[in-house]
């Protein structure tokens, strides 16, 4: 499975970014995708994840502001960023889990000023 990220930007405080994530290859039994980040000098942590029935998680920072989505059809993830704060700043990795193996993408970059 390869997964290509993107939408990442840089966007004023207040503001907006979409994040897209397909998935390729033997995308079969894709059964969590979902998105972490890293920022500068911290452990990656994660943002939000989808199950292929619909369930979502989130992290609590993000609660009320982010929206995951997912296209099952098309293999993709979304992850729509509304009321983007500094603390966002992170480049963001989509992840999917096929039944025990973890795939990464390759990270797409989030730049919130003040």
């Known amino acids: 499975v390869q997964l290509q990220a993107s939408g990442g930007g840089l966007v004023q405080a207040g503001g907006s970014l979409r994040l897209s994530c397909a998935a390729s290859?033997?995308?079969?039994?894709?059964?969590?995708m979902g998105w972490y980040r890293q920022a500068p000098g911290k452990q990656r942590e994660l943002v939000a994840n989808?199950?292929?029935?619909?369930?979502?998680n989130y992290a609590d920072s993000v609660k009320g502001r982010f929206t995951i989505s997912r296209d099952n059809a098309n293999n993709s993830v979304y992850l729509q960023m509304n009321s983007l704060k500094p603390e966002d700043t992170a480049v963001y990795y989509c992840?999917?889990?096929?039944?025990?193996?973890?795939?990464w993408g390759q990270g797409t970059e989030v730049t919130v000023s003040s």
């Open positions: 992840k999917a889990v096929q039944y025990r193996t973890i795939y």
């Open positions: 290859g033997r995308t079969f039994r894709i059964n969590v």
């Open positions: 989808i199950h292929s029935g619909g369930v979502t």
